[in-house]
């Protein structure tokens, strides 16, 4: 058991970007961190394409996702670079006060920071900012990360590759073979090496056959399997009385 997918995540896309251009990206790190006066957190891989426009704009929006959200969704926002991909072509929107595109459909709502401060990771920077903006679509059950393992990523049927000892990212799939370094990223959703899990093979047992009884017939050889012998021997015609046990 992994004890990280049992603390209470939620999934969500980050948004950031300018009026040249946005990109959006699969988070689960958004947190409320004081009321009075309102502060929310996020954090962010450094190797992700978001995080260059964070560090530069200070600037962003969260769309909460729902439970209603689809395997499509993750893999537009979160498995594919914003370098080489527009994140926003076919998706329904609507623009927040700062210009954000903001995705609309399984989504509970969004808010918009203005980042004050930043603390810095070696992997990743935490991000804290006020809110500017918060919007509520529907009253509807937001995606956790738990269920988003249970319910909507795929499970992988993977038990072996190649004869090499590898290792699957939970998150998206994505197999490493050999060795699992401390400093790996997956280089599909970003995520670190807690997130990965050693592909077990599985050994398959033969399946148990049921014990049959057999018969032979003392003066013909004829054997029959069954519960009890026959009643006359098809062969030699003898009676039943004639047939043993065959060991």
Known sequence: MNINYKISYG???????????????II??????????????????????????LLKNEKCAVAILSTGTTFDTI??????????NDKFVGVETTTSKNGFSIPTKNVVGY?????TETVDYPTHTQFIGKPTELV????IDPLTYDYYQKH???????????????????ICGYIHKGELPDDIVCPICKHTKQDFQLIEPIIEKPEKQEKQNKFI??????????DTPPDTCPVCMVDKDLFEPLK
């Open 11 to 25: 999934l969500y896309v980050l948004i950031t970007g300018n009026k040249d251009k946005q990109n959006g990206c």
């Open 28 to 53: 689960n790190t958004l947190m409320q961190q004081t009321g009075n006066p309102e502060a929310y957190s996020i954090t962010v891989n450094k190797q992700n394409y978001s995080h260059k426009f």
């Open 75 to 84: 893999k537009n926002f979160g498995f594919r670079s914003g370098i080489d």
């Open 111 to 115: 808010l918009e920071l203005d980042i």
């Open 136 to 139: 509520g679509f529907f009253d």
């Open 152 to 170: 909507i990523k795929p499970q992988s049927k993977v038990t072996a590759v190649d004869g090499e000892k590898s290792y699957i990212c939970n």
């Open 217 to 226: 017939c003392t003066v013909c050889g004829y054997i029959h399997v069954g």
